[in-house]
């Protein structure tokens, strides 16, 4: 796969922080498409010019919003990778800790990229690449975890930790079953023993 420009980013005022928390929250609890510009705008307490101004189009705000979450995402698991010490085993069982804290607090609807997908399919959307990287990186983190435990294998080891990863934060915003993404950390447990 080539490699693709990011998409363009706006600097945050303000209002466009206003503009953007309001709109993480509607486009989580209710879904990207049926959350229009005016409900944001009214949740924010700002007209629907300043939201135009600040940001250019809604296509804009979704790009802002995975952005912000995927690097929140990223800085909330590096926090947990360095507590977790230099074992490789601990390494990997950190980050389903770190996917079980950040979904018990911030995505009891299951994960916000795989949600976004859902309604986001077009790779010609600038937020595809936001969710499509973000995978792309959680797989590129499980490889350099797996290569110092298995060095051979670890291709394989890193998809089949991806898939119970991914497999768990399904379930859990599903609400298949109790604590999914525990299961998962066990299951992975099984996996590198």
């Known amino acids: 796969m080539g490699t693709t420009a990011s998409p363009r980013r706006i600097t945050m005022t303000p ?9 993480a929250r509607l486009f989580y609890e209710r879904g990207i ?12 307490g ?19 919003y995975l952005a912000d979450r995927d690097e929140r995402w990223r800085a909330f698991l590096a926090e947990r990778l360095d507590a977790a010490g230099p074992e490789p085993r601990e390494r ?18 299951g994960c916000s990229m795989v949600n976004a997908h859902a309604e986001i399919s077009d790779p010609a959307h600038p937020a595809h690449r936001i969710i499509t990287g973000q995978k792309q990186w959680m797989l590129a983190l499980f490889t350099r975890l797996a290569s110092d435990i298995a060095p051979e294998g670890a291709d ?11 497999g768990a934060l399904v379930a859990h915003g599903l609400g298949i ?4 993404v525990a299961h998962a950390r066990e299951q992975a447990r099984a996996l590198l023993a």
């Open 15 to 23: 209002a466009a922080r206003r503009v953007l928390e309001a709109a």
């Open 33 to 44: 498409h049926a959350v229009g510009v005016d409900l944001i705008a009214a949740e924010a």
């Open 46 to 64: 700002v007209t629907k010019k300043t939201l135009y101004d600040r940001f250019g189009s809604k296509e804009q705000i979704v790009v802002e």
């Open 92 to 109: 990997v069982l950190a980050v389903f800790d770190a996917t079980r804290a950040w979904s018990a607090q911030h995505s009891p609807k």
């Open 156 to 166: 394989a080891l890193a998809r089949a930790l991806m898939l119970l990863h991914e």
């Open 177 to 180: 079953f109790p604590d999914a």
